[in-house]
């Protein structure tokens, strides 16, 4: 099981903004980070959506981090990107119905452990701040 190659990159750029400590423009980013320059504008455009990022226009524009880095976690990035984190379809999605038959099992015991799961690894995610992670 992995993270989506695309959050991978999201916290990367949050890293990098967050080592910058000011403003750099997309193409810095992408070449600082190993990210081409077209997924790093889409990610970002999440990371600025979701208020982690802010942008700035004109010749003195980019993009810096929208809050300090003691204020984001890998779980904010990680969702702005993916949404909400959940081990499994059952825990995270409100609209999903399981396919087991519920009349003879009642409640699902793995969809209960898998939110304890989920649980204890949002709250990990949570735990770590872009600012732990600087040299």
Do not use: W
């Not at 190659?5 to 600082?32: F, H």
């Not at 519920?102 to 989920?118: D, H, L």
């Amino acid at each position: 099981m992995h993270i989506t190659l695309e959050s991978d990159y999201a916290v990367r750029i949050v890293y990098c903004l967050a080592r910058q400590g000011g403003r750099m423009d997309a193409k810095k980013i992408a070449e600082e980070t190993g990210v081409t320059l077209r997924f790093s504008l889409k990610i970002l455009r999440k990371l600025v959506a979701g208020g982690l990022v802010s942008s700035y226009k004109g010749t003195k524009g980019g993009y810096e981090l929208g809050r300090p880095p003691a204020e984001v976690s890998l779980c904010d990035v990680i969702e702005t990107v993916e949404g909400p984190y959940a081990l499994a379809r059952c825990v995270g999605e409100e609209d999903y119905h399981c396919n087991r038959n519920t009349a003879s099992c009642g409640v699902c015991k793995f969809q209960r452990i898998y939110a304890e799961i989920s649980d204890t690894v949002r709250d990990r995610l949570n735990s770590v701040r872009f600012s732990d992670l600087m040299d």
